[in-house]
DNA sequence: GAGTTTGAAACT
DNA sequence: CAGTTTCAAACTC
């Protein structure tokens, strides 16, 4: 229907039936293109101003500014959901004032009254051409989506489209093909919201995309900075706009580049960390950035504690490549969240900004810049709060030890640190970078993320933090003697992870989770397992019965550990290995006393997925018994949900196959809707 | 802010 | 690999 309509609108109307009837003669002489409001016109508004048609225009213009008009409305609903992420501090103040103005719009929108279509109209920069722009924009908005008539609605759409026309004429030129433009991106809102939006993002996206170009001119070596920069003098409603455009298709293609022009500046600045002395806010916010370039989950174990990072990073070159891939997803991703979120915010605004203000968690490079950003102005105003900011105190180490935080967080240091001597600095990035190097060749992972974070957790999100420690774990474990696990002293506690089989701490009474809780719940989960293997198996049960580990729920460590070794059960028949390591593929496991590598790796495995099923069980099997499985674990650690199943009854082992199988299916389905993940 | 405590990192 | 030293953050006063 979409197609037929496009075609009825761009290609000349087929006006065989029409010519001759009285109606079209009016139209005719309205004007050439009336033709086309004639008919396609009133169902087309109807239809495509609730539906998205991408290639309804198919002309350079309609179809440039469509998706100008798709990357600004999705850019002011991005900014809408940045907006609340930006109240804690992270964005630099003028894209704060530009969120916020647009949020401020937006609720204006679901306002729908003539007023603030005035006043919106006021806030039109030129005159002429903006105010018919936004007067055609927000009539039809404000009508439409009261579900009132669709047929008046319609009549006002095509005296507004008539009235673009008739400027267009009269203006020609740039503001014409605006309102072409406008016009044709008209017909794609879907919402009131979104009408509206866009109108108040006629004007607004000039301060919009001043913005972006002052973001942009912050980067080098960019070829999008060239290009903004290079329109910078060009009106800004044709000129940005075009610029990229041409360079993407797309709303989510903006998302995109802000995206890189982040990591642009990021990584720029970095590169004149020395040199760049802050000239204003701005760049000194985004200097604080820049260390996130080589950011790793270091930030997640800190960002546990107050922003939730949901994918682990081995190293600044896996961030890269989540950057990358950021920018080829996150845009699928965006619109259908967008779009979901201009719709839920017709009726409930709140809900659909945090729909979207939710959506970004999980994009792990925007969190880790950030994190980042967060770290050094809560660092530097609320040392308190946050707290994800690395900003070191080194005297001895010059930095370049992973005594230094900030080197150990793969960033480098900046002004508020308060480090002597120190060469984790940009220009001394060789220096870095060997060190880093030597560091790694005696421990490779010395720079991966301490915490272990499964590759669902994208669902705690929005969860309360207390869910946070059971799906993660320190990689290496801690070693308290005196803190009890319950300082700061504690790698887990700080990470905001309960401690786990790695961890040799004593006494531990961390309140993310004990170690022995820990190992009690993996124990019984083991149990559950070999019972459930017996179950399916009987020729088993002998060996099962004979091994003492495998029944021994108060045998401490060792026997545990042997019991993990077992695991094999576990991944040789369930889960692939990929699975596996989604989150714990990267961990170094503390040596183990026997059990070598392989061991380990068995292990952990086991306590990711086991992790992985609590945490997606609830989510993917709406009748999952989660209940039982906090039931069985103590101090509230969940534990694998087949296990429990699999203890319950021997029927249920079928169940339980089938869970898992749900499992394995889920869990690569969730990384898909989250583009970080 | 200085001093102490703590545990990770580095070293032997 | 275990023990020791170094180091810097966390903590206390």
């Known amino acids: 229907m979409d197609n037929s309509q496009k075609k009825k609108i761009e290609t000349p109307t087929p006006k065989s039936k029409f010519e001759d009837s009285p109606v079209f003669n009016y139209i005719n002489n309205l004007s050439p293109i009336e033709a086309v409001r004639s008919i396609p016109t009133v169902q087309t508004f109807n239809s495509l101003s609730f539906t998205s048609p991408p290639p309804v225009f198919t002309s350079p213009h ?189 709303s989510m293609r903006r998302r995109c580049l802000d995206f890189e022009v982040l990591g642009k500046r990021k990584k720029d600045i970095a590169d004149d960390d020395q040199q760049a002395v802050g000239d204003n806010k701005a760049e000194s916010s985004s200097k604080c950035v820049v260390p996130g370039i080589g950011l790793h989950l270091n930030a997640i174990a800190m960002a546990s504690r107050g922003i939730k990072i949901n994918t682990i990073h081995e190293d600044s070159a896996t961030v890269e490549i989540q950057k990358s891939f950021l920018g080829s997803t996150t845009p699928v991703q965006s619109q259908d969240i967008m779009r979901e979120t201009l719709d839920q915010a017709e009726n409930e605004p709140g809900k659909g900004l945090a729909v979207e203000e939710e959506t970004p968690k999980p994009l792990v490079f925007e969190e880790l810049n950030q994190d980042s950003l967060q770290k050094k102005k809560r660092k530097v105003e609320e040392p308190g709060e946050g707290d994800s900011c690395k900003r070191c105190n080194c005297k001895k180490s010059k930095c370049l030890k992973l005594y230094c935080e ?49 590759s669902d957790s994208i669902m705690e999100t929005t969860d309360d933090a207390s869910k946070t420690p059971a799906s993660a774990r320190h990689k290496r474990g801690c070693n308290c003697k005196k803190s009890n696990c319950l300082k700061k002293y504690c790698e887990c506690f700080q990470s905001g992870v309960g401690c786990s089989i790695n961890c040799r701490c004593e006494g531990c009474k961390n309140a993310f989770g004990k170690k022995d809780a820990y190992l009690l719940a993996i124990m019984e989960s083991k149990q559950e397992e070999d019972l459930s293997k017996v179950q399916q ?112 009854s021997g029927p249920i082992i079928g169940k339980r196959t089938n869970g898992r199988k749900l499992i394995l299916r889920s869990i690569p389905a969730f990384p898909s809707l989250n583009p970080n993940q």
């Open 406 to 454: 900030c080197f150990a967080a793969g960033v480098y240091c900046i002004e508020p640190c308060s480090c002597v001597d120190c060469f984790n600095r940009p220009i001394h990035e060789d220096t870095v970078l060997a060190t880093r190097k030597q560091i790694e060749s005696r421990n490779p992972l010395a720079f991966a993320p301490k915490v272990i974070r499964n």
């Open 62 to 250: 309609a179809s440039f500014h469509r998706e100008s008009r798709f990357f600004r409305c999705h850019n002011s609903v991005e900014r809408s959901k940045a907006l609340e992420s930006l109240d804690r501090s992270v964005s630099t103040q003028e894209e704060v004032v530009v969120a916020s103005g647009e949020v401020d719009l937006n609720k204006e929108a679901t306002l729908e009254d003539q007023e603030e279509d005035e006043t919106s109209r006021d806030r039109v920069d030129s005159p002429g051409t903006g105010d018919i722009v936004t007067q055609v924009l927000l009539d039809p908005s404000g009508v439409a989506p009261q579900g009132e008539d669709n047929a008046s609605s319609s009549e006002d759409v095509s005296v507004g489209l008539r009235k673009i026309l008739d400027a267009q004429k009269e203006n020609d030129t740039p503001g014409c093909r605006r309102l072409m433009a406008d016009a044709a991106e008209l017909l794609v809102f879907r919402s009131p919201n979104d009408s509206e939006a866009f109108g108040c993002l006629v004007d607004k996206i000039s301060s919009s995309e001043r913005r972006f170009c002052a973001g942009v001119k912050l980067t080098k070596r960019h070829d999008i900075t060239k290009d903004v920069q290079a329109n910078d003098n060009q009106p800004l409603a044709v000129v940005p706009n075009q610029s990229v455009s041409n360079l993407h298709r797309g």
């Open 537 to 648: 198996n009987p020729n088993l049960s002998k060996e099962v019965e004979q091994n003492p580990s495998s029944d021994q729920p108060s045998t401490p460590l060792p026997p545990y550990r042997h019991t993990v070794v077992h695991q094999p059960f576990l991944s040789k028949n369930r889960l692939p290995p990929t699975q596996f390591f989604l989150g714990a593929g990267s961990s170094s496991f503390r040596k183990p006393d026997g059990d070598l590598t392989q061991a380990r790796n068995e292990k952990k495995p086991l306590e990711t997925v086991a992790e992985d099923k609590t945490e997606i069980m609830p989510e993917i099997l709406s009748n999952t018994p989660i209940t039982t499985i906090k039931a069985i674990s103590p101090n509230s650690k969940r534990v694998s949900p087949p296990h429990i199943g699999s203890s319950e």
